[in-house]
């Protein structure tokens, strides 16, 4: 299972790099905030993520809803709420590329994760030979 997060105008660019990775999309799971934030023309008040599959691999549970309220937090952290959803209806192992802070139960990638450079790796390419226990 994948969920790969993307904004509305991404939308279609997200379906292709799921494709070429080898997954069908098969739905999007919706965020709906609890409040408008940013928007060029539209305020936006959700977020999209989009969910593929690679083989026939089903879900854990048959009565996930595409759409999850919960509140915003701060910039581009994605809520509890998300991180429960996927463990409830994904097996793992669980991967966070982009990740805000370390998770339990799951392996985290990002330079925003506290801890030591041994636990993560710098997308801008600042430590080019990472290691990751």
Not at 53 to 79: E, Q
Not at 84 to 108: H, I, K
Request: charged share 20%.
């Amino acid at each position: 299972h994948l969920y790969l997060w993307a904004t509305d105008i991404y939308a279609g660019d997200a379906n292709q790099v799921m494709r070429a990775w080898g997954f069908t999309p098969k739905t999007w799971v919706v965020w709906v905030k609890n409040r408008m934030v940013m928007g060029n023309y539209y305020r936006h008040q959700h977020e999209l993520c989009l969910f593929a599959t690679r083989g026939t691999l089903r879900l854990k549970r048959f009565d996930a809803s595409t759409v999850f309220t919960a509140p915003v937090t701060r910039h581009s952290a994605k809520p509890d709420t998300f991180y429960a959803l996927v463990e409830s209806c994904s097996p793992g192992p669980y991967l966070d590329v982009f990740a805000r802070r370390r998770r339990a139960g799951w392996s985290v990638f990002g330079d925003e994760v506290a801890g030591d450079a041994a636990y993560q790796t710098r997308l801008d390419g600042a430590n080019e030979s990472p290691v990751v226990r």
